[in-house]
């Protein structure tokens, strides 16, 4: 018995770090919030889900049941997990596959409705989110480690900041988008940088930017916070693009093409560019790049770069990204990880995220019925396919183009003031306005 209570004991100290483990009234508020935000998951896990869902399981279908790796060309890391975890499940829980003719139905609406109308629908719907489920938890551990060393009671602070998150919520157990993977990765990349690994730290993020293109809109700030020399900056910016290359190469020689440049001709790369600022004839300003690289000159002349300024530098990124492009919803989530930390320490700011959230809700209508009556149709399939959808509605008595268009606007704004007031924290945490101003 001693030598299991001393397991438990280690197990406790190095998931919650031994401040909050050892504090009794630190880490009785810690279960309260970890089994009420794993009650909450729990809850809404069998029941709700957004079409991109089973779009991912069905290409990790054609790889596990007809043996397709060349299924999702664009996410073939992300493919290749979300592979791994069907054929485990598969193998556990019968129930899985039986489904393996929904799955691998080519048809798009047909595939959909078997899915939705099956009896089976709830526990297949909760073990596909359980992937996300598992990388949830790691990062809600390991994002608590990325500030406040001194302080339990901040550390636990973020902790409850990612456990009620509302984007966290709703992008991984509503909406059941996969981007907490990608996520997953950058934060372990951070600890890293933290911890003063750069080049692991590197690696990591090079690793996240080929599960996911977004990380590599810190790739910047993280190489010139861990680079100390002209070696480490050209080292660390080719090590950084490594990632992307390896897939590169991987792509051409399995698939025969580019996976780059596949990308760069999506949709989801125009993204970047949506907003822009028309001169003459061909000239142009698109005003993500321009703000990306103010943003980034500013990083580069802050003069104490701490790691909690780098943190405050990809909140101003992230945001600075869905206030001026056009984005889906699950893009969001990448601020997360350095918002919270800034919660902690600016609670002002939690509040207007929460309206950040609430406006999204509204700017969700842009994507019709995909996104909003149909993410409850395995609850009852019928209703919510014939229901009426909230844009119908709303063009009774007004464009409901122009109606999300106001929202949308505002939430720029809101987005645009968190830019704000986090630069004000920036000069707390480099000692220009060491009262806080």
């Known amino acids: 018995m001693g030598r299991v209570k001393i397991f438990f004991n280690n197990t406790g100290k190095g998931l919650l770090t031994p401040g909050i483990f050892e504090d009794s009234r630190l880490s009785k508020r810690f279960y309260k919030y970890f089994l009420t935000g794993i009650l909450v998951r729990l809850a809404l896990m069998p029941f709700f889900f957004q079409r991109d869902l089973l779009s991912t399981y069905q290409r990790a279908a054609e790889t596990v049941f007809a043996g397709n790796m060349a299924a999702d060309f664009q996410q073939v890391l992300t493919n290749i997990i979300h592979s791994a975890y069907l054929f485990i499940i598969e193998s556990i829980v019968p129930a899985v596959g039986d489904f393996s003719p929904i799955l691998l139905d080519p048809d798009t609406w047909t595939s959909w409705i078997g899915f939705v109308s099956s009896y ?23 994002v608590l480690r990325l500030s406040f060393d001194d302080d339990p009671e901040g550390r636990l602070n973020v902790f409850k900041f990612w456990m009620f998150n509302p984007v966290v919520i709703f992008v991984l157990y509503i909406f059941a988008r996969h981007d907490i993977i990608g996520v997953f990765a950058t934060i372990i990349a951070l600890i890293l940088a933290k911890k003063g690994r750069k080049y692991w730290a590197i690696i990591a993020i090079a690793a996240a930017i080929a599960l996911r293109f977004f990380p590599i809109m810190i790739l910047l700030p993280l190489i010139i916070y861990l680079a100390k020399s002209k070696k480490d900056y050209i080292a660390l910016s080719i090590i950084g693009v ?57 990083f580069i002349h802050a003069k104490k770069k ?32 350095f918002l919270v930390i800034v919660f902690a320490r600016r609670r002002t700011l939690a509040y207007y995220h929460w309206l950040q959230f609430g406006l999204l809700m509204i700017v969700l209508i842009y994507w019709g019925d995909l996104v909003t009556k149909f993410v409850f149709a395995p609850i009852d399939h019928r209703f919510f396919i014939y229901i009426t959808g909230p844009i119908p509605i709303i063009e009774r008595f007004y464009s409901s183009a122009t109606f999300v268009n106001i929202f949308r606007s505002i939430f720029s704004a809101v987005s645009l003031w968190m830019i704000y007031l986090i630069y004000r924290d920036n000069r707390r945490i480099t000692g220009d306005d060491p009262a806080g101003d």
């Open 120 to 142: 089976n629908v709830f526990t297949v719907l909760a073990l596909f989110k359980g992937l996300y489920l598992i990388f949830d938890l790691a990062c809600m551990f390991l």
């Open 242 to 298: 490594s990632g992307l290359a390896i897939v590169e190469v991987f792509s051409n020689i399995y698939y025969g093409k580019s996976l780059i440049f596949s990308l760069l001709n999506t949709q989801h790369f125009n993204y970047i560019l949506s907003a822009k600022l028309d001169l003459i004839i061909h000239d142009r300003i698109f005003l993500f790049i321009a703000a990306y690289f103010l943003i980034i000159f500013s």
């Open 306 to 337: 701490s790691f909690d300024l780098l943190l405050n530098y990809g909140a101003i990124i992230y945001l600075a990204y869905v206030a001026l492009c056009y984005f889906h919803p699950q893009y969001v989530l990448w601020a997360i990880p």
